[in-house]
């Protein structure tokens, strides 16, 4: 009997490699659902809560998807514009504009400011951006942008409160709040009644200053001018015209006007004849009087000429008395 033989089969050896990885592979299956079914059964919730986990995580991922599929398509930029065109045509835009808490500074500038916004929907108003206009104002210390539906735009200010004035070195008046911070340049009657102040950075010690007039507050109102010298300390000139030399630190400074104040209600120092007070030294005071220098060296020149004439006349007084003694003695011979 013919026997037909096969070729191409697998062989012995094959054949046991393949039934070896089929073994293996089966053994990593069955020791990686342990693993994962110990570790599911570790957690500290039911299958359930687990099923619920897993399906909140997928539609959330599917719900930032679709975030960003509408965002790339455009559409919530469609939907704002169809609903400030439909609101606008209701009547929701701005067509009146209110400002509330103006006193000093000039209104126009707000409205300039803002001037943009006319006409424009109410949903699509950006408050937060035209607070910050408005703040870009020099008088303005603060704002609140509100709407009040249907077609008005509210904008109340705190406007910045004038402290003083500072002269620059080209002489112009620029007026300042309590900060130092610039609000307008101004001309002298405005300035009138405000406390001047001058010096390279002058404005940025302003704070400085008002602690230091606290020190003395009798002298506060009298004070017209501070000149802030050299960076370091103050001059202050009073409505007299006198002026105050102080030293450096405040701790110093603060002490010598405290001082000058007590000097100033025993002895009324200020509408004297003093034109300077100089108490930059620790243990005592120079004061400088106007013409005392010229009425001293006049004094000394007087002084000097009256001693040369008498120096001059003392030989011409010796020489009379020597001819009167002569004289005298010329009678008493004869007769002898």
């Known amino acids: 009997m013919a026997q037909t033989i096969r ?5 012995v050896r094959r054949a046991a490699a393949t039934r070896n990885t089929r073994a293996k592979v089966a053994t990593a299956r069955k020791q990686t659902g342990t693993i994962v079914d110990q570790a599911v059964r570790a957690l500290p919730f039911s299958d359930e809560t687990l099923h619920r986990i897993v399906m909140t995580v997928i539609f959330g991922i599917a719900a930032i998807l679709l975030w960003v599929i509408i965002q790339m398509a455009g559409i919530p930029l469609l939907v704002e514009e169809q609903a400030a065109t439909l ?12 400002v509330r808490g103006v006193n000093r500074m000039n209104e126009l500038k707000i409205y300039d400011k803002i001037l943009g916004q006319s ?13 910050e206009q408005v703040l870009q104002l020099s008088w303005v210390k603060d704002a609140r942008v509100s709407r009040q539906l249907p077609e008005t735009l509210v904008v109340d200010i705190v406007e910045r409160s004038p402290h003083a004035v500072m002269r620059g070195d080209d002489g112009k008046l620029t007026l300042i ?8 340049a101004v001309s002298k009657a405005r300035a009138r009644g405000l406390l ?12 400085d200053l008002g602690k230091l007039l ?41 002490g010598a006007l405290l001082t000058f104040a007590r000097m100033d209600g025993v002895d009324r120092l200020l509408g004297g004849k003093v034109a300077a007070f100089d108490m930059r030294a620790p243990d005592r005071i120079y004061l400088r009087v106007p013409g005392h220098a010229d009425q001293m060296a006049a004094d000394a020149k007087a002084a000097a000429a009256a001693k ?11 020489a009379t008395a020597d001819a009167s003694l002569a004289a005298a003695k010329a009678p008493k011979t004869a007769r002898d």
């Open 7 to 11: 070729r191409g089969g697998k062989g």
């Open 87 to 98: 609101s606008s045509k209701a009547g929701f835009k701005v067509v009146h504009l209110q």
């Open 119 to 131: 006409d424009q929907a109410m949903t699509r108003l950006d408050l937060e951006g035209v607070r």
């Open 177 to 184: 709040d309590e900060t130092g911070h610039e609000l307008e």
């Open 196 to 207: 001047v102040l001058s010096g390279e950075g002058a404005e940025q010690h302003v704070v």
């Open 214 to 254: 606290e020190a003395a507050p009798a002298l506060k109102p009298q004070v017209a001018e501070a000149e802030w010298i050299g960076n370091r300390r103050w001059n202050l000139t009073f409505k007299t015209g006198q002026v105050l030399a102080l030293p450096e630190g405040d701790r110093e400074s603060a």
């Open 308 to 318: 040369a004439a008498a120096k001059k006349a003392a030989p011409t007084a010796t």
